[in-house]
């Protein structure tokens, strides 16, 4: 039971905390959330897909002064929870299910202790854009950085769902400047570290350094997963060039055209010049000046260069990649790793995402009888967990029974 260590602090209209997030109240924060409100049960059942997988299970946990503890395990729900709540851990990573419990690794032989499976993630982080973000750089975003973010989602969502065939994909906000994604159908969380390395690079794109100038090149027939990224950036192209003033400055038109063909730069850059205009009206003087070209590849391009997603490939590669968990918080926003709701994604408000001193205010100073997470703002988002949980849930059972179904043939 949720709280059974202690009674629950009686609802009231006071509060302790204030809804305003302060880093240095962290520690009784934490150990307010992991009491009251972390939702164990949903998150427990989300990773009990077998009977070893949540058991078998690295847990890594980062505590107060960067303290990093790995191989952490636990055998039920009550024991995850035990942990969390004994170690307070400022974050907790999810690493992969191993043949043995993590917990146990150092009694066991060298090289016989190896991760067997672990969702296929992704990684989208805001600092891998400063080469095509004007607004701002480094770890900071604004509402016109997250364009970028809605344009990935649609881009890998679209891919996984329709060139992968995966049902099961979580889509959760990292809490300061970026996404994750995981696809947790059993063929994804099977997947081998080269046919990881694969998927990673299908879905890559925007390649070279930053040295580079151009950094997409297509060849023809265009693939049509490409074809298909490019009708979601078709949505957003205008309120991101907007939005980016990518052609507002001498600097920025010299900067686009030197990704162009020679022949193009000196006639669009006279143009540009000739007028003063918007930047979306002079992308669209740049796009009719590409396409008078039979070969249309040049201005997909562009486009593909200035919006297509940029991944962190080495989370997806690996197999013993640790990543964030869900659900837990970012320590320096104090926002909580929300599940994103891909249905409303064009709604979605990063800097709307509930911070820990939120929920535990919320909580502390709710009215109604309302239990854990479901008297505070975490509540729609949690909605969306569980919608995927019992998803899963449904669909693993019914994978149960028609293997019951099978093997009874005999
Ligand atoms: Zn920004």
Redesign the pocket.
């Known amino acids: 039971m949720e709280g059974s260590s202690s009674s629950s602090p009686a609802p009231g209209l006071k509060s302790a905390f204030s809804s305003e997030y302060d880093r240095s109240q962290l520690p009784d924060l934490l150990k307010f959330y992991y009491s009251w409100i972390f939702p164990y049960q949903k998150y427990y059942e989300w990773l009990c897909y077998d009977e070893d997988s949540f058991s078998h299970r690295e847990f890594s946990f980062t505590l107060e002064d960067d303290v990093y503890v790995r191989y952490q395990s636990f055998d039920s729900c009550s024991a995850l929870k035990e942990g969390i709540r004994k170690n307070c851990p400022f974050k907790i990573d999810i690493g992969a299910i191993f043949n043995h419990k993590p917990r146990i690794h150092k009694s066991i032989q060298p090289g016989n202790f190896r991760a067997e499976s672990k969702e296929l993630v992704f990684d989208i982080d805001?600092t891998d854009y400063d080469d095509i973000?004007t607004?701002?750089s480094d770890a900071?975003?604004?509402?016109?950085?997250?364009t970028f973010v809605k344009i990935a989602i649609k881009i890998i969502d679209r891919a996984l769902s329709e060139d992968f065939g995966f049902s099961h994909r979580l889509w959760v906000y990292s809490g300061r400047r970026g996404v994750h994604c995981w696809v947790c159908d059993p063929q994804a969380r099977k997947l081998s570290q080269s046919a990881r390395t694969a998927i990673a690079e299908y879905l890559t794109l925007v390649k070279g350094n930053d040295q580079q100038v151009k950094k997409v090149s297509l060849k023809q027939p265009i693939h049509p997963s490409i074809n298909n990224a490019l009708g979601i950036i078709d949505e957003y192209i205008e309120t991101l060039v907007m939005e980016q003033d990518y052609l507002s400055s001498e600097e920025r038109c010299n900067k686009l055209v030197r990704c162009l063909p020679r022949r193009y730069s000196e006639q669009l850059q006279e143009d540009w010049k000739a007028r003063n205009e918007t930047s979306w009206t002079r992308w669209q003087r740049m796009e009719s000046v590409l396409n008078r070209d039979t070969d249309d590849r040049t201005c997909k391009e562009v486009k593909l260069q200035y919006s297509y997603p940029r991944l962190d490939v080495n989370v997806t590669k690996g197999l013993n990649h640790l990543l964030k968990s869900p659900l837990c918080v970012h320590p320096k926003t104090g926002r909580v790793c929300v599940p994103i709701n891909l249905k409303e994604i064009d709604d979605f408000d990063p800097f709307a995402v509930p911070t820990v001193s939120q929920l535990c205010h919320e909580f502390e100073t709710r009215t109604d009888g309302k239990k854990d997470y479901h008297c505070t703002s975490l509540a729609p988002y949690m909605t969306t967990f569980v919608h995927f949980v019992t998803s899963l849930q449904s669909s693993s059972s019914a994978q149960r029974r028609k293997s019951g179904a099978t093997s009874m043939d005999f």
């Open positions: 805001m973000r607004c701002c900071n975003i604004c509402h016109n950085c997250w």
